[in-house]
Structure formats: C-alpha cells, structure tokens
C-alpha cells in the first residue's frame, strides 16, 4: 500500500489503542480517526502502527497531516482576551517582532515548529508532558488559524491584532494576584516554608521578562490550578528580575532556592522542597499532574 487514502478506506477491524495496528488497518484507523481530528491517543496509536510496517516512509505524508489535523474545540467560546494573548505570544516566537499583528504565515512557521516536536515526542513514554504540550499548541494555533480566517471572511484583515504593552504588564491588583504574590522574604517564611507544615504550598518563580511566565500570567494559568488544587494544596507567584535592584530580596529568594531560569514551580512540603522543575500549565490549570505525581497523596489522605 504506498499511503494512507482516508477516502477510500479498506474495511477492516479497527484495534483497540493499547493494540498495534497492522498494516492492512492503518487506512480504517486513519479514515475513523481523521472525521473530527486526532486527538493525542488517536496520533499515539496510529504512530505505533506506522514505526512497525516494514517500510514506514510513504506514510510519512498522511501522518504529518495528521499530527496537524487536532480534534478542535469550539473556537466561537474563546474570549478575544485569550486570542489575543496567544497572537502575541506566537508571534514573539517567531518573527520578535511584536507588531500587532500574528499573520497566517507566522502560524504555518509555528505549526511546522510544534508538529516536528511532537513527532520528536511521540515514541518516548518519558516524554508525555512535553508531548501533550505540544498537541495543545498544535490545537491553540489551529484556533487562531479559524479566528483569522474568519477575519478575513468579515473584512477585517488577514491577521489577528494584539497589543504588545498589556501583554507584558503583570496586574499586582486583580484579586488573586494580591493575594497570592510574594513581595518579600517575610512573606515567603509564613505563607510557604510556615504553611507548609499544615498543607502542601506550591510556588512559580516567573522572570518579569519571560515570555512564556507572561502567556501563563495573562492566560490565568496559575490561579487555575489554585482552583483546581484548592484542596490540596495553596499556590502562589513570585516575580524576579536580575536586572532590577528592586528585586534585590526575590531574586536572592529565587536563587537560594535553585532557580535559574524560568517558569520553574516548586512544592514545599513541611519546610522542604519535594518537587523542583518546569511546568506549563494551561488556562484550564491542567499539565501539572505528572509533575506533581503522587506528592500530594499523603495530604489528601
């Protein structure tokens, strides 16, 4: 069979996913997959068949049309809010820039980057944070695709608008951020290391500058997961900035507890930390399960 014709699929059982497609049902799996996208177990279980054929190259083709074909969501109930924050990030990643203005091309340049990653992703089980990450992003970028292309259909411009300034601005006075930001050493001894004897707190150290700690912050990432956790455990930010003496005391903070770079989270469970490392959130507080794992199993119970 020289590729995969999703329109013309040969009727064959289709596997259940924990089993490896052979190749004579690579094109039903393809064709049953490909109706409303592919969803990261769908690419998983189509991969896995397609590295086991004896000649793997001719469906190389079907399969990054895959990768860049995710199941979508409804983009009509994205806020202009969130379209807007994810405009300005790709396009900082790509162009740097920072005109206003996510062309389609930006996009393409991106979905290119991203779908090369998660193929470079999928094969390695230790991998599946990263790899999910990537999948989203395909999804978020496929959002922003329709969004433009709906502009375009309403006369408004072949790009989506942004405004660079409002994206790199932390507001210290929306209701979680007044509450759950670190301004000082005091601050970090009672409501983290103090605390933590009581229940688990978890910190992100976020650099005032850092791309990817302001698309978290002005996609509300970090309140999510408080609300999503708040059982669990307590959640809170700190900001530092080698390059501003005013950050003197966070920065110092930041550095005693081997932060180097970031978003880097870290859980402190009776005065220690347990858990040390990048994490990416999403809008909806999820991708912190495989870094939090089984540390706040003792708390729950």
């Given at each position: 069979m020289p590729h995969i014709n999703p329109a013309h699929p040969a009727h064959t059982h289709i596997p259940p996913r924990d089993v490896i497609p052979t190749e004579a049902q690579l094109p039903s799996l393809y064709?049953?997959?490909?109706?409303?996208?592919?969803?990261d177990g769908e690419?998983?279980?189509?991969?896995?068949?397609i590295v086991n054929t004896p000649d793997y190259r001719p469906y190389l083709r079907p399969l990054w049309s895959a990768?860049?074909?995710?199941?979508?969501?409804?983009?009509?109930?994205?806020?202009?809010?969130?379209?807007?924050?994810?405009?300005?990030y790709v396009d900082k990643s790509t162009s740097g820039r920072g005109d206003g203005r996510l062309?389609?091309?930006?996009?393409?340049?991106?979905?290119?980057?991203?779908g090369q990653q998660y193929l470079q992703l999928s094969l390695d089980p230790e991998q599946g944070v990263a790899r999910m990450q990537a999948w989203k992003f395909i999804q978020k970028?496929?959002?922003l695709e329709s969004a433009i292309n709906d502009r375009v259909a309403q006369g408004e411009g072949p790009f989506y608008p942004y405004s660079?300034?409002?994206?790199?601005?932390?507001?210290?006075?929306?209701?979680?951020n007044a509450t759950?930001?670190?301004?000082?050493?005091?601050?970090?001894?009672?409501?983290?290391?103090?605390a933590s004897y009581d229940k688990p707190v978890l910190v992100k150290f976020?650099?005032?500058?850092?791309?990817?700690?302001?698309?978290?912050?002005?996609?509300?990432?970090?309140?999510?997961?408080?609300?999503?956790?708040?059982?669990?455990?307590?959640?809170?930010?700190?900001?530092?900035?080698?390059q501003d003496p005013a950050y003197t005391e966070l920065n110092a903070l930041a550095s005693e507890n081997g932060v180097r770079s970031s978003p880097i989270f870290i859980l402190y469970k009776d005065g220690e930390i347990v858990k040390h490392g990048y994490a990416f959130p999403d809008e909806n507080g999820e991708g912190l399960e495989s870094f939090l794992g089984d540390a706040l199993e003792t708390n729950a119970s």
């Open positions: 064709h049953a997959y490909s109706e409303d996208g592919f969803d690419l998983r279980h189509l991969i896995t068949g990768v860049l074909s995710p199941s979508m969501p409804n983009h009509d109930d994205k806020d202009p809010k969130f379209l807007e924050v994810l405009s300005w062309s389609l091309d930006e996009i393409q340049e991106q979905l290119a980057h991203y970028l496929r959002i660079a300034r409002d994206m790199m601005a932390i507001d210290k006075n929306t209701p979680f759950n930001t670190l301004e000082s050493r005091a601050d970090f001894n009672d409501k983290v290391i103090e976020g650099l005032t500058y850092c791309a990817h700690c302001l698309l978290l912050e002005q996609l509300g990432s970090v309140p999510a997961v408080a609300e999503k956790y708040e059982d669990d455990m307590d959640v809170y930010k700190l900001w530092w900035n080698p």
